[in-house]
């Protein structure tokens, strides 16, 4: 994350037209001996192993937190209360409770002007903005049902290394939080609809990894003549949703399914159509019209790189698709343009706390059985 935050930081101003100019002035990192070339490799002007001295520092506007969930709400916190627009990564935090403490925190800093925003950074690839806006506008009518799925397999490997993703205080959850937040978000970002209700089950596929080995991305292999350690989170999610109206959604989120490396799928089946999406054909949509007269239906294939397509008339010619780090440019463009205007960015941290109660929900119908449970907010957010 620490790279393709940079990248887009570097990056967003040279290709958008932006009110303000970001510069790269401070990395802050666990590892003196490693931070120097990072931050000659990144861009940046200096660095610190003290987090502390990003907030404190009278230079710096933006505090981005690419940390471990365990981090997010004490680095945000004084982020905020030190006058800093924030950026933190998802999901927003690793409870409900820190989630809405530091929710709360971005409503009050917002009054003084303060901007804040949680990282759903797939929202910013063309071709789910060009889903949304069709959903918006009527493509699919009356919407009838969601699908998603979130597909990896860096896991698979029963002896792949124990990392800080696999363990509960630090990550929160497991595959769930990891990526399953990822396709909550966009299901209710693209229907404009929030899970009420849910119904799930959690499963740890793996109980113990190898403490030590070499990591390759997020993969590779562990010491497989060490000790290994106990894995404290789900690899596998499977979870019903209601979402507001009465629609049914299904979810699923794993990281042990072997040849999907990046399979995130969104598809909402409508009354007069349909569209589907998978991040590893990241540039394509599929559009179903089901108005269109019998013998001609079908789904269409539509390349989201025209001008016309979201964010798509800022890169290259069409036809020339864009990767997963301009997800990533895309979201800094779009809170530089924020902070210029004086606007709240989405995901609001109040967005990023509802995905963190569905989060929750999940995790205590596995407990109770499967049972419904429902998603429920705060009087204070009902009233928003």
Not at 293 to 318: D, M
Request: net charge negative.
């Amino acid at each position: 994350m620490g790279a393709a935050h940079s990248h887009a930081w570097r990056t967003a101003h040279r290709f958008f037209d932006l009110p303000l100019t970001p510069e790269l002035r401070t990395l802050a990192g666990r590892n003196l001996e490693t931070l120097a070339a990072a931050a000659e490799r990144y861009g940046f002007a200096g660095t610190t192993t003290r987090w502390q001295d990003v907030v404190e520092d009278p230079e710096i506007d933006v505090v981005d937190i690419c940390t471990p969930g365990d981090t997010h709400r004490e680095i945000t916190l004084a982020a905020l209360a030190a006058g800093k627009h924030v950026l933190c990564e998802k999901p927003l935090a690793n409870s409900v409770a820190e989630a809405e403490e530091m929710a709360a925190a971005a409503r009050e800093a917002a009054a003084r002007g303060i901007r804040s925003i949680c990282g759903f950074s797939y929202r910013r690839t063309p071709a789910l903005a060009y889903a949304r806006r069709l959903v918006e506008e009527g493509f699919v009518g009356e919407i009838r049902q969601v699908r998603a799925q979130y597909l990896q397999d860096w896991l698979a490997d029963a002896d792949a290394p124990m990392t800080w993703r696999l363990d509960r205080e630090k990550a929160g959850s497991g595959a769930l939080g990891d990526i399953g937040a990822h396709v909550v978000d966009l299901v209710q970002w693209i229907t404009g609809t929030d899970i009420e209700a849910v119904s799930g089950t959690l499963a740890t596929v793996v109980p113990t990894r190898p403490a030590a080995g070499d990591m390759q991305g997020l993969g590779g292999k562990g010491d497989v003549s060490g000790e290994r350690q106990q894995v404290t989170v789900d690899d596998t999610a499977l979870f019903s949703a209601r979402l507001a109206g009465g629609v049914l959604g299904s979810f699923e989120a794993t990281r042990m399914a072997q040849g999907r490396k990046n399979a995130m799928r969104v598809e909402i089946n409508g009354s007069s159509g349909s569209v589907a999406f998978d991040f590893e054909r990241m540039n394509e949509l599929e559009i179903y019209d089901a108005t269109a007269p019998a013998g001609r239906q079908g789904f269409t294939r539509v390349l989201t790189t025209e001008p016309e397509h979201p964010y798509a008339a800022a890169w290259w010619p069409t036809g020339h698709g864009l990767g997963y780090e301009h997800t990533f440019t895309h979201e800094v463009v779009d809170l530089v343009r924020a902070i210029g205007e004086g606007t709240d960015p989405s995901p609001t941290f109040d967005e990023a706390l509802h995905v963190q109660r569905v989060l929750a929900a999940v995790e205590a119908s596995h407990d109770d059985g499967s049972r419904w449970t429902a998603v429920t907010p705060t009087e204070q957010e009902q009233d928003r």
